[in-house]
């Protein structure tokens, strides 16, 4: 079954540091994986896709096929980086996602 | 991209009772799903709401506890029904815009149940 993992639910870094946010994923096939946030007091919102292959606000995110992962890093945290995280995959059919369980991230000034 | 809104933005309701929550999209979308998150939980997806037909419901939903209706492409409810103090969750309507799987969420209706 089409599940993610994403093993720690806080994340603590100062500000300046690198952060790095764990995704595993179990998928048959290729999957397409995503990263969504939500900030303080804001809807949850697309910040990246792995087929983009972008940089968004400073975080990339490369897809490991041999370990299974996406994991999300951005090498020097700010402030506005506080908030919650969630990896995504697509669901067979229909363009449905299913959701890990989010990590909460707090830069500390 | 498209703007969501939903009603209420929150509720306190009573065990036993039924609401229904709105989720209205400034534009025409073709496919529109609804969430549920539970307190310190992730995002689980309900079911999608299909235009002209049934929604198409998630293993461990149904229809008789969640019904939805999509009326047209940019309009869709889900009623919570005969609720328990375990409704008690934020629930999200979402919208596929853009490219596959982009979806883009409203801003959420937060349900207590006494």
């Known amino acids: 079954a089409q599940r993610v993992t994403q093993p720690e639910k806080l994340l603590s870094v100062f500000k300046g540091a690198p952060v790095e946010l764990k995704c595993n994923y179990s998928y048959s096939g290729s999957p397409e994986l995503f990263w969504y946030v939500q900030y303080s007091r804001q809807r949850l919102q697309l910040l990246l896709r792995?087929?983009s292959r972008e940089s968004i606000k400073g975080f990339t995110a490369d897809l490991n096929k041999g370990e299974t992962s996406f994991h999300l890093k951005k090498p020097f945290a700010q402030e506005e980086d506080s908030a919650m995280y969630y990896c995504a995959l697509p669901l067979y059919g229909n363009n449905r996602l299913a959701f890990g369980k989010g990590n909460q991230v707090v830069v500390i000034p | 991209s498209a703007v969501i809104s939903q009603k209420p933005s929150r509720d306190i309701c009573q065990r036993g009772t039924s609401l229904t929550i709105q989720c209205q999209v400034d534009?025409?979308?073709?496919?529109m799903f609804w969430y549920r998150q539970q307190p310190g939980q992730s995002l689980t997806l309900i079911a999608t709401?299909?235009?002209?037909?049934?929604?198409?419901?998630e293993s461990g939903f149904v229809i008789d506890k969640f019904p939805i209706s999509r009326p047209n492409l940019t309009f869709s409810t889900l009623t919570v029904s005969n609720m328990s103090p375990e409704d008690s969750s934020i629930y999200l309507c979402?919208?596929?815009?853009?490219?596959?799987?982009?979806?883009?969420f409203g801003p959420g209706t937060r349900l207590t149940v006494t």
């Open positions: 709401a299909n235009q002209g037909s049934e929604a198409t419901y």
């Open positions: 979402s919208v596929l815009a853009g490219g596959d799987y982009e979806q883009y």
């Open positions: 792995h087929i």
């Open positions: 534009s025409q979308v073709t496919m």
